[in-house]
């Protein structure tokens, strides 16, 4: 009988071993898994770089340029050639909300990826600083023209600020009231 239960005792601590072990291969296997995925994940962004570079080297061939193809050829041949080039805060001038965020995606992509040097990550920090304040501004100018073509009141958080409505008055009242030609109060 004692030798039955030994045998018994003995086959469960087995059954609990293969399930232990089993349990830790599973754990091995989605590791390892996770580690694939990442892997490729990584691959398939550096693919996903590589193929934009390209694309602008295409598009700056064949005159058809965007602002980003510009900032690139700002950053690339800035260096390598003694050429005149344009700001890259330029590139954002006459843009439409639609476009800036186009490039806005293209820049983060940049600053994302483009580690190749320190001047390349500073460039791209330094272009995203700039492009989140322009796109702020542009959606500014959206908001008052759109508020301005339905006859309404642009929304106060994009009105320009300055001096408040009573203190301009103020002022203008001031002003008026001042002998012509007063130095005190010249504008020019």
């Known amino acids: 009988m004692a030798e039955i239960e030994k045998v018994k005792k003995r ?5 609990i071993e293969k399930a232990q072990h089993e349990e830790e291969m599973a754990l091995l296997a989605r590791e390892r898994a996770r580690a694939e995925f990442q892997d490729w994940e990584k691959k ?9 570079k390209f694309r602008s080297e295409i598009r700056l061939r ?9 900032l690139l050829k700002n950053l690339n041949f800035a260096d390598e050639f003694d050429v005149e080039l344009n700001e890259p805060y330029l ?4 843009l439409t909300v639609k476009e800036m965020e186009e490039l806005h995606d293209d820049i983060k992509m940049h600053l994302d990826l483009d580690r190749e040097s320190q001047v390349n990550v500073k460039y791209w920090e330094a272009l995203m600083v700039v492009c989140d304040w322009e796109l702020g501004e542009a959606r500014k100018r959206d908001a008052v023209d759109r508020a ?7 929304p106060r958080e994009v009105e320009e600020r300055g001096l408040h409505a009573s203190i301009e008055g103020d002022v203008k009242n001031l002003l008026e009231g001042l002998p012509e030609g007063n130095p005190c109060f010249s504008l020019t």
């Open 44 to 52: 398939e962004e550096e693919f996903h770089f590589d193929q934009s």
């Open 148 to 154: 301005r073509v339905r006859g309404e009141e642009p």
């Open 11 to 15: 086959r469960e601590e087995r059954a």
């Open 91 to 94: 590139v954002f001038k006459g």
């Open 62 to 70: 064949e005159g058809r340029t965007k602002p980003i193809d510009v």
